[in-house]
């Protein structure tokens, strides 16, 4: 820590007095440092006694329950998931999803490039995870997929026979006086939404946390060592990320923020942990329909803590390869790329992508952004890039002139082969720059 002092009960409420006067739609305030509760506010049409729908911080409570079944010895993170559902997945012919694992399907690298029960919402949400054609290999890319979080529930019911909650109570909740009355919604099919269902107090979140907070920093045994995984960084997020927050990393269905990690859900429903602070922070509220909200909210928390805590750098640093020449034989895709080269040192490098019609090369920089011509397109780039983590590279491709946007390219590094993913964010041109291309070196 970078000081001695920890946030009063004054602080807090300063804090909370922020956040009612932002505008926004706050429901609920709570801040405990050490296990001592330092506020407890609701603001209208909310009160203590109204459960909260706190959406995908489901998804970290059936993360816990994963933790569970690994200390009971009922799962390995390395299995499989295809293994647990042979009324799913016996007829699965792809290797992608037959190798798919339980640590990847936390770690939000699964081989769906969405929600799968989305395409389809007559048919059964946990099957879909099994039966919509996977988009490229499983854990090379973290794209956020619920229905990762809905299938894991799913297994939870089927190798304990509770759900997640009814799990947990036995493991931990009960002895946490979680309330009885919080329960998860179930989807069409009566599986429980294990990505968005939860709904809860907002005390009962605090709980959660404290029991968490301690847990990582103490705790000892199976799902401890399981849980200080989950609270980690274990991929990066730096292209999917809307808030700062957000690009700073994701663990087990746990995600990083400055100085921190949270358990965090649509909305701006938030469980905010600072250990260095020894501190847990509860926020509710409904921001779904207010651009940038979700941000706002965690810079105001930010602000109020910002004396307190330690200078950390605005996105996680890592470093790749230092050099770095391979060309890549790409599978057949829409884009009709069929080959990629890949040229870098520690300064500068080339991505180049070619197909029978067109070739395209990006030139980039790690110190400042390199400037180019789009061939192809005859379009003014700019591109600095970043390593997202020791084997992933990150080109945000700024286009600059008459059509202004981006298009964003992370590359995933194996021994042998390359996975890329690829976004454009413009409303007429570059349509190939999207999706997902998979190859294997020359």
Same mark, same amino acid.
């Given at each position: 820590?970078?000081?001695?002092?920890?946030?009063?009960?004054?602080?807090?409420?300063?804090?909370?007095l922020?956040?009612?006067e932002?505008?926004?739609?706050?429901?609920?305030?709570?801040?405990?440092?050490?296990?001592?509760?330092?506020?407890?506010?609701?603001?209208?049409?909310?009160?203590?006694?109204?459960?909260?729908?706190?959406?995908?911080?489901?998804?970290?409570?059936?993360?816990?329950?994963?933790?569970?079944?690994?200390?009971?010895?009922?799962?390995?993170?390395?299995?499989?998931?295809?293994?647990?559902?042979?009324?799913?997945s016996?007829?699965?012919?792809?290797?992608?999803?037959?190798?798919?694992?339980?640590?990847?399907?936390?770690?939000?690298?699964?081989?769906?490039?969405?929600?799968?029960?989305?395409?389809?919402?007559?048919?059964?949400?946990?099957?879909?995870?099994?039966?919509?054609?996977?988009?490229?290999?499983?854990?090379?890319?973290?794209?956020?997929?619920?229905?990762?979080?809905?299938t894991?529930?799913?297994?939870?019911?089927?190798?304990?026979?509770?759900?997640?909650?009814?799990?947990?109570?036995?493991?931990?909740?009960?002895?946490?006086?979680?309330?009885?009355?919080?329960?998860?919604?179930?989807?069409?099919?009566?599986?429980?939404m294990?990505?968005?269902?939860?709904?809860?107090?907002?005390?009962?979140?605090?709980?959660?946390?404290?029991?968490?907070?301690?847990?990582?920093?103490?705790?000892t045994?199976?799902?401890?060592?399981?849980l200080?995984?989950?609270?980690?960084f274990?991929?990066?997020?730096?292209?999917?990320?809307?808030?700062?927050?957000?690009?700073?990393?994701?663990?087990?269905?746990?995600?990083?923020?400055?100085?921190?990690?949270?358990?965090?859900?649509?909305?701006?429903?938030?469980?905010?942990?600072?250990?260095?602070?020894?501190?847990?922070?509860?926020?509710?509220?409904?921001?779904?329909?207010?651009?940038?909200?979700?941000?706002?909210?965690?810079?105001?928390?930010?602000?109020?803590?910002?004396?307190f805590?330690?200078?950390?750098?605005?996105?996680?640093?890592?470093?790749?390869?230092?050099?770095?020449? %391979? $060309?890549?034989? =790409?599978?057949?895709?829409r !884009? &009709?790329?069929?080959?990629? /080269? #890949?040229?870098l @040192? +520690?300064?500068?490098?080339?991505?180049?992508?070619?197909?029978?019609?067109?070739?395209?090369?990006?030139?980039?920089?790690?110190?400042?952004? %390199? $400037?180019?011509? =789009?061939?192809?397109?005859? !379009? &003014?780039?700019?591109?600095? /890039? #970043?390593?997202? @983590? +020791?084997?992933?590279?990150?080109?945000?491709?700024?286009?600059?002139?008459?059509?202004?946007?981006?298009?964003?390219?992370?590359?995933?590094?194996?021994?042998?082969?390359?996975?890329?993913?690829?976004?454009?964010?413009?409303?007429?041109?570059?349509?190939?720059? +999207?999706?997902?291309?998979?190859?294997?070196?020359?």
């Amino acid at each position: 820590m970078h000081n001695n002092k920890i946030p009063s009960k004054e602080h807090m409420e300063q804090l909370w007095l922020k956040l009612k006067e932002s505008g926004l739609p706050i429901h609920s305030f709570l801040a405990e440092q050490g296990g001592t509760l330092l506020t407890e506010n609701y603001q209208a049409p909310y009160t203590k006694r109204d459960l909260h729908r706190m959406f995908s911080i489901t998804k970290s409570f059936c993360a816990l329950a994963v933790g569970y079944l690994l200390e009971d010895g009922l799962i390995s993170l390395s299995d499989p998931i295809t293994g647990y559902f042979p009324e799913y997945s016996d007829t699965v012919q792809s290797p992608w999803l037959m190798n798919m694992t339980i640590q990847q399907m936390l770690m939000m690298q699964t081989c769906h490039s969405s929600t799968t029960y989305k395409i389809d919402r007559q048919k059964n949400w946990v099957e879909s995870f099994f039966t919509v054609p996977p988009t490229h290999k499983s854990g090379e890319t973290f794209l956020y997929d619920t229905s990762s979080a809905h299938t894991l529930a799913a297994l939870v019911k089927k190798l304990t026979g509770n759900g997640v909650l009814d799990y947990l109570r036995e493991k931990c909740l009960d002895k946490l006086d979680f309330s009885k009355d919080a329960y998860i919604i179930k989807d069409p099919f009566g599986s429980e939404m294990g990505g968005s269902g939860l709904m809860a107090y907002s005390l009962d979140l605090l709980k959660i946390g404290r029991f968490c907070m301690n847990t990582v920093k103490h705790g000892t045994g199976v799902f401890a060592d399981y849980l200080r995984d989950a609270v980690s960084f274990q991929v990066p997020t730096i292209h999917f990320g809307q808030t700062l927050d957000e690009k700073q990393g994701y663990g087990y269905q746990i995600w990083q923020i400055r100085n921190g990690f949270a358990m965090y859900g649509m909305g701006s429903q938030y469980v905010l942990f600072y250990p260095e602070l020894d501190m847990v922070l509860v926020i509710t509220a409904d921001t779904q329909n207010i651009r940038g909200g979700q941000q706002k909210i965690l810079d105001l928390v930010r602000d109020g803590l910002k004396e307190f805590l330690s200078p950390v750098p605005g996105l996680p640093v890592f470093s790749g390869p230092s050099h770095l020449n %391979a $060309v890549y034989r =790409l599978l057949p895709g829409r !884009q &009709r790329f069929t080959r990629l /080269a #890949l040229s870098l @040192d +520690s300064k500068e490098g080339s991505l180049t992508l070619s197909g029978p019609d067109k070739t395209y090369t990006f030139s980039f920089s790690f110190t400042e952004p %390199a $400037v180019s011509i =789009l061939n192809g397109y005859k !379009q &003014r780039i700019a591109v600095k /890039a #970043l390593w997202a @983590d +020791s084997r992933t590279l990150y080109l945000p491709v700024s286009v600059v002139g008459e059509y202004v946007g981006s298009i964003h390219i992370l590359l995933t590094l194996s021994e042998n082969g390359i996975t890329v993913w690829m976004k454009k964010i413009e409303e007429t041109l570059f349509h190939e720059f +999207s999706g997902f291309l998979t190859g294997f070196k020359e």
